[in-house]
């Protein structure tokens, strides 16, 4: 069985600050990772995907990602905060164990304060 | 190319009434999955269809059900609506099984 922990619910950071979202994966095989970012009254957008060749994942709109599987986490973060940044974020997992379903994270809404 | 789009948008239904909601993959995707979204109980995966069958089941009650069509269009059907059906439902379409998916903007569904 495969899951994904989101630490924090809510983050809040300043503009032009660090924004750092963590998360952890359970899974008994090579996962694929994905971050996922949802705006108000929106689906959800890919932000970036780990699927087993590069650790270090670059994404859209300056967001990147480390997958480290000696602490089975994918923790995602951008240099920078920008006032659009402001959403809900989600991790998710898929993997051969749950049929490639994907199972996500509970989400972590970002607040980005001027 | 269109994203995924999905009718309605949104909709208020009373206990007991059934509901149908639609979902058109992008053109050339052939496999569709739906999520429930809700504050509570987060993002939970309902279904996946894949050439008009049906490959992946969520932890649903028979309630709720779906089908894909042969231009890969979907929709889920939920029957005898409970106050806790009450969730934004959300399509995704992928190029084949296992691919990315790119999500619809959702079908917000209220039961009263």
């Known amino acids: 069985a495969q899951s994904v922990t989101q630490l924090g619910s809510h983050v809040s950071v300043s503009e032009g600050a660090l924004v750092l979202l963590r998360c952890n994966y359970s899974s008994s095989v090579p996962p694929y990772l994905f971050w996922y970012v949802q705006y108000p009254n929106q689906g959800l957008q890919l932000l970036l995907k780990y699927t087993s060749a590069a650790t270090l994942v670059k994404g859209i709109n300056g967001f990147e990602a480390e997958f480290k599987k000696s602490e089975t986490s994918f923790h995602l973060t951008k240099p920078s905060a920008h006032m659009s940044d402001a959403a809900e974020y989600f991790c998710a997992v898929s993997s051969l164990s749950d049929d490639y379903k994907l199972s996500f994270g509970a989400g972590t809404t970002v607040t980005v304060r001027a | 190319k269109a994203g995924v789009t999905q009718t309605p948008r949104y909709l208020i239904k009373t206990r007991g009434q059934q509901v149908t909601l639609s979902c058109s993959p992008i053109?050339?995707?052939?496999?569709v999955s739906w999520y429930q979204q809700t504050p509570g109980q987060g993002l939970q995966f309902l279904f996946e269809?894949?050439?008009?069958?049906?490959?992946n089941k969520g932890n649903f009650p028979g309630r709720f059900s779906g089908r894909q069509f042969s231009n890969s269009r979907s929709e889920m059907n939920v029957s005898t609506l409970e106050l806790g059906d009450s969730a934004l439902y959300l399509c995704?379409?992928?190029?084949?099984?296992?691919?990315?998916?790119?999500f619809g903007p959702g079908t917000r569904l209220t039961v009263l």
């Open positions: 995704a379409s992928s190029f084949l099984l296992h691919n990315e998916q790119f």
């Open positions: 269809y894949f050439s008009e069958t049906q490959r």
């Open positions: 053109s050339g995707h052939r496999s």
